[in-house]
């Protein structure tokens, strides 16, 4: 028998899961929630396998924070998330909250139980498009973590009219206006241009002013 507790805000919604998942021989709803809060306080008194939760409720990460808390005390239970949001950033969060799977409102109730049933038995059905984004991501996390690192090998080596000019380029400065403000010539910013493109591995200098942007690291200019 797989226990359940369902969060969700909505009373129409809450109540129709409440008895698709009472109907089934399977499956017992143990306590029912209307609130992050609620879902909380519940999970620590009442003996569970698995929380159905929405994720937008008293606030739009409601469900989300209550997910954390509760795996943070009871890492051995199931969170499936339910809710309406199906964007790449919403998916992403959720996961990372350490959700098992994450249904999308308003599926047919045989997907529901499906997906229920098979995270119950410790094959949760991920979707395959879920599985691209968190591939996706990590494959992005990875290659910033490489980014990164080369960044901070080719900063160091670095002048200090180098790090100046990179500045100015993060500034929008054209090579025009910074030979005004450096008080040089054109060419003389072109050469020391061709040298940040060199130590950086850009071809233009409009990849450093991104890659310097992407990383987060423009304040160390």
Do not use: W
């Amino acid at each position: 028998m797989i226990r359940i507790l369902v969060a969700e805000d909505f009373d129409l919604i809450r109540e129709d899961l409440v008895d698709t998942l009472s109907a089934q021989e399977d499956m017992r709803v143990v306590g029912q929630a209307a609130s992050g809060a609620e879902i909380t306080a519940l999970a620590d008194t009442t003996e569970c396998d698995l929380i159905l939760m929405d994720i937008e409720m008293e606030t739009t990460t409601a469900g989300i924070k209550a997910a954390e808390t509760i795996l943070d005390r009871y890492p051995g239970l199931m969170i499936i998330f339910l809710t309406a949001h199906e964007t790449e950033n919403m998916i992403l969060t959720s996961m990372g909250a350490g959700a098992v799977d994450y249904i999308v409102k308003g599926c047919p109730d045989e997907e529901l139980l499906l997906h229920i049933r098979s995270a119950a038995a410790g094959r949760p059905m991920i979707d395959a498009k879920i599985q691209n984004m968190v591939l996706k991501e990590y494959s992005r996390l990875r290659s910033s973590e490489r980014s990164l690192l080369f960044f901070i090998n080719s900063v160091g080596k670095l002048t200090s009219a180098e790090r100046d000019l990179v500045r100015l380029l993060l500034e929008g400065k054209k090579v025009r206006e910074i030979a005004e403000i450096r008080c040089v010539e054109q060419v003389t910013v072109k050469t020391q241009i061709k040298g940040l493109l060199r130590k950086f591995g850009c071809s233009r200098t409009k990849d450093i002013v991104e890659l310097i942007k992407e990383l987060g690291v423009a304040h160390l200019f």
